[in-house]
């Protein structure tokens, strides 16, 4: 395929004048470049080897995605935010708003709630409640009391249909546009141009193109994937365990998809939960079913948030300053206490009323240090994707620009697989290796490539993460887990009391919220004739933080050990969504098991597989069209393979894979506080969520922890 006749991928362009920065900034097409440095994490990445093999021979079995789940890493750009300043002599922004601008961004404060933005990405964040408009050449923001990133970029259009091309003059790849680009972090912000208006709340994604409507892309098309593919996999594996990455597993999906033509493409983005909205219109729609341009949007802006996560903040770098004044301190003083000890029966008053003076004040900084280490972000997520392809394969420069500018991927490396594909192999797998800190080996099997291969897409995710509040060692000790089937097995319990940096909420057995009592009379509490909690067909659920607030794990669990297939049948995106705006922080008391184990599933993307039953099979078989890829040759994926590992303690969580009480009522009795407990001693669903953006990150199930105890 021509590359100047390739609408899917649309890229932001350079400015004429030639600049190599200007470029590099410009070359991310919708990707938010540095527009989320404050927003997200740190870890290290192993995802979805991708072998694209040409069709003839099926006698090999090539490994094509290795998602590599449980820590995140910030990539580059980290310096190239900075407070926003406003320019020279203009007015200054309303103090009730703090602005971060990125480096290139040209935009005007033209008032305290007023500012243009020309090019480049800003991020607004409402410190108290105010309004304020944003203008860009495209449409006009409106926000009240949010947090919203914001950006406008030159991009290019969309060549004519094929069988237009020869009819015009004009070079299709000098065709520009505007696009103008908002992501909704919290709150709602409405986006309005000549054609109409649309308000967008949070994680959710719209844009603007010069001339048109907006349009919203939701970000969380992976939790749709997420929990599909979780119902895929349940039905798969009865009874069994599961733990996988779908974000990553999803990026990989994507940059196949890039490349993807007709049913093939079709078929891919209706799995990966792409809008109906954003199926194309027109001559050429077969062909490209998807404005993928401004599908890959939300994906690529989550990459960037995740990615830009690593950067120390203002606040974290105040906060470690804090941290290592109180430490030193804390060390002076236990000093000066050993210099006290050492006197031994030669201390007198003075030594003794000292002495008693620095332990009160030594628990006092002990405490303050406590509660500001709990507010440092310490957690480890590392993000990181590799394209591998075949030296002697023609691959179509506008598909490399676009893995590479909008999936973080880099160059795509050259590898000969034709004469050395086990050479490749090794050398693909060390890589997968050190990016999950060793604890994804062995990516691609020996044997899954071969000369037959041509393109590996590999994407890894690490995340090693501390508990806000962890569990005391001293407090776990071997418990009963009880089975779905009522059985009992004898696992390690981690036990956390009157957790107050836990969100707890409980439902009925159809999803709806049970009222969880805040205050009880003693009697209540005594007798609980059923309404402390829901019934037998209810459940609970928990969301607990790690340190920094970024991550958490959220927890779910029924009241009957047999009643986790219930609660399955009710997971999806829209439920989870809703579960989660109903939890509150309280006081709970929390009690499940330690587990560490790892995941392997290689039958994802054969032709009768994982991925093909979820409704992609086309990609998978004879059919298959990727010649977006640039290719004359018939290509398909040979496989998908998944690969994950997960360790959760009393101190927090490794992974990695590759692919206030209500006002008193009027009784004069005395009430006490409800604390209610929350028992994953039995089967449960557990996932590690974003809690900016709300991405899955990681998903599983425990129905046994028979050997699992680390």
Known sequence: MNKNSNPA?????????????????????????????????????????????????????????????????????????????????QATLDPRWELLAATGADYRILDPNHVELRKGELRFTSLQPASLVVDTPNGKSTAQGTDFLIGHHLAESPPPSPDKQDSISVDPMKQT???????????????????????????????????????????????????????????????????????????????????????????????????????????????????????????????????????????????????????????????????????????????????????????????????????????????????????????????????????????????????????????????????????????????????MTRLAIVNAIYFKGDWKVPFKKSDTSPQPFTLGSGETVQTALMNKEDESDVKYAAFHGDGRLFATPEMLEESELEEDGGTLYPGKDGFSMIEMPYRGDKLSMVVIAPNDPAGLPSIEALLDAANMAAWMKSMKQRETIVLMPKFKMETNYDKLGEANGTLAAMGMPTAFGGDADFSGMGSKEQLFIGSVVHKAFINVNEEGTEAAAITGYPPPGASIRAKIPFTPTFSADRPFIYLIRDRESGAVLFLGRMVNPSGLAN
Do not use: C, H
């Not at 749709?224 to 974000?247: C, H, R, V």
């Open 9 to 89: 991928n649309e890229r932001i362009i350079a400015p004429d004048s030639g600049d190599e920065e200007a470029l590099r900034e410009y070359g991310r097409q919708l990707a938010m470049d540095s527009l989320m440095e404050q927003v997200l994490l740190d870890g290290a990445a192993k995802d979805s080897p991708a072998n694209i093999v040409p069709l003839g021979q099926r006698r090999w079995r090539p490994r094509v995605w290795i998602p590599a789940a449980a820590a995140l890493v910030a990539l580059a750009g980290l310096s190239l935010w900075k407070l926003g300043d406003p320019p020279v002599n």
């Open 177 to 451: 546009t505007s696009l103008t680009r908002l992501l909704v972090l919290a709150g709602t912000v409405i986006l309005a141009t000549d054609q109409g208006s649309l308000a967008a709340g949070p994680n959710e994604a719209v844009v603007a193109e010069a001339g048109d409507a907006p349009q919203k892309i939701l970000v969380d098309a992976n939790s749709s994937f997420a929990f599909d593919l979780y119902a895929q996999l349940s039905k798969e594996n009865p009874g069994q365990n599961l733990f996988f990455s779908p974000y990553w597993m999803s990026n990989a999906l994507l940059m196949a998809a890039e490349g993807a033509r007709g049913k093939t493409a079709r078929e891919m983005g209706t799995v990966l939960g792409f809008p109906e909205s954003l199926l194309r219109q027109g001559d050429d729609s077969q062909l490209i079913p998807w404005e993928m341009g401004k599908i890959r949007v939300g994906q690529s802006e989550l990459n960037r948030l995740m990615n830009k996560g690593n950067a120390i903040t203002p606040e974290q770098a105040k906060l470690r300053a804090g941290e290592a004044t109180l430490a030193a301190k804390l060390a002076e003083m236990e000093k000066k206490l050993a210099g006290i000890a050492l006197k031994g029966s030669n201390q007198n008053e003075q030594d003794q009323r000292e002495r008693f003076d620095l332990v009160y004040e030594k628990n006092e900084v002990a405490e303050k240090l406590e509660k500001l280490r709990a507010k440092i972000d310490t957690s480890k997520l590392r993000v990181a994707n590799a394209i591998w392809g075949e030296k002697t394969f023609p691959f179509n420069e506008d598909w490399k620009a676009t893995v590479t500018g909008s999936y973080g991927a880099g160059a795509v490396q050259q590898a000969d697989f034709v004469a050395n594909a086990e050479k490749e192999r090794l050398r693909i797998n060390q890589w997968a290796e050190e990016q999950t800190e060793g604890l994804i080996k062995d990516a691609f099997p020996e044997g899954s490539l071969n000369p």
